[in-house]
């Protein structure tokens, strides 16, 4: 079992930065992938940006490709999103998860395919 925290999320003027972490419990962190996921009012849960377990792979949403950066930290069993030139549309609950099953050197975008999620923290981005 896995146990995911958001932290990191909060208001931020249009053009601003913010940097949202996920940290996990366990000792195999390193054997997931991860994956970022945010979900606005009244849409549906859409992927954001990947990581594969070792780190070396990333793919991002075409909404976020180049403002957004997803990188991990196998010693500290911590991912992270580094969101920059935040826009309106940006807002909304973020959400992380993690995929025990997936391969090495493998991004995972499906949402279906993860096996567990954080409880998810807020962004909102004001114009």
């Known amino acids: 079992q896995v146990q995911l925290v958001e932290s990191g999320g909060g208001l931020v003027q249009a053009g601003g930065s913010l940097r949202l972490s996920c940290a996990a419990s366990?000792?195999?962190?390193?054997?997931?992938?991860m994956g970022w996921f945010r979900q606005a009012p009244g849409k549906e849960r859409e992927f954001v940006a990947g990581?594969?377990?070792?780190?070396?792979?990333?793919y991002y949403a075409d909404s976020v490709k180049g403002r957004f950066t997803i990188s991990r930290d196998n010693a500290k069993n911590t991912v992270y999103l580094q969101m920059n030139s935040l826009k309106p549309e940006d807002t909304a609950v973020y959400y992380c998860?993690?995929?025990?099953?997936?391969?090495?050197?493998?991004?995972?975008?499906?949402?279906?395919?993860?096996?567990?999620w954080g409880q998810g923290t807020q962004v909102t981005v004001s114009s």
């Open positions: 998860a993690a995929d025990a099953d997936a391969r090495p050197r493998r991004v995972v975008v499906h949402l279906n395919d993860y096996d567990y």
């Open positions: 366990g000792r195999t962190f390193s054997s997931y992938a």
């Open positions: 990581i594969s377990r070792g780190g070396g792979i990333t």
